[in-house]
């Protein structure tokens, strides 16, 4: 069981390059999300996507883009990377429900951006 | 808007201590307050998760407690042990349509050996 993965482990763009990060969770979660954790502002959601089909945005998602796959796989995508995304960008999933389950992680990713 | 506000940002201890460490809330409608532990390098480890309609919940040497009127929890580190030292995170769910946790800064814990 190998729960959240995420690939890649890490990235250097340059600054207008394009790529996309990838997540997978094996435990049948509907619900997926992505945060970005940077010094001193802590882990803040990117998106999510409360089941199957549907994606919303959540605090920070000017430049990305996510596309849910299917129920397994959520991905999150940099059009033209900028140095202000420079971070470290964790995929999470959740059974689902009224908010009363907690989220699994994944290891992350560490992407700079120069 | 949720805030979430974690006291001290850093503590260093000797093993053995007992220590608690804070966290605060502005918003009281929350469906669930998590904590979790961050070890350096690695994702997030979902340590213990309290309803909105609990008051405590206890794994092993952790105990965590909500109190929602305050807009407090805590989360209790018995016989603290060099393995204990990570950073502690504690995350707000608000529900609503982000459906997202809202996270504090975290507590950075050293237990010295």
């Known amino acids: 069981n190998a729960g959240v993965t995420q690939t890649p482990k890490f990235q250097v763009l340059k600054t207008g390059q394009s790529m996309t990060l990838q997540c997978a969770q094996d435990m049948n979660h509907n619900s997926m999300y992505w945060y970005r954790q940077d010094p001193g502002m802590g882990l803040r959601l990117i998106y999510y996507?409360?089941?199957?089909?549907?994606?919303d945005k959540g605090e920070v998602p000017n430049g990305y883009n996510v596309s849910r796959l299917n129920k397994r796989e959520f991905s999150l995508r940099l059009e033209s990377a900028a140095p202000s995304q420079t971070s470290v960008y964790f995929c999470a999933s959740r059974r689902g429900g009224a908010g009363t389950d907690t989220q699994y992680f994944g290891p992350g990713t560490r992407l700079t951006v120069l | 808007k949720q805030e979430v506000t974690q006291i001290p940002a850093a503590l260093s201890v000797p093993e053995g201590e007992n220590l608690v460490l804070n966290c605060s809330f502005t918003?009281?409608?929350?469906?669930?307050l998590q904590w979790f532990r961050q070890d350096p390098g690695k994702g997030l480890t979902s340590l213990l998760l309290i309803q909105s309609s609990q008051r405590e919940q206890t794994s092993g040497r952790l105990n965590a407690s909500l109190d929602k009127s305050s807009g407090r929890s805590t989360l209790y580190i018995a016989a603290s042990q060099p393995g204990d030292s990570a950073t502690y995170l504690c995350a707000a769910n608000s529900g609503g349509g982000a459906d997202g946790l809202t996270f504090g800064k975290g507590t950075h814990l050293i237990i010295q050996p």
């Open positions: 996507s409360a089941s199957e089909g549907t994606t």
């Open positions: 918003d009281s409608a929350i469906y669930n």
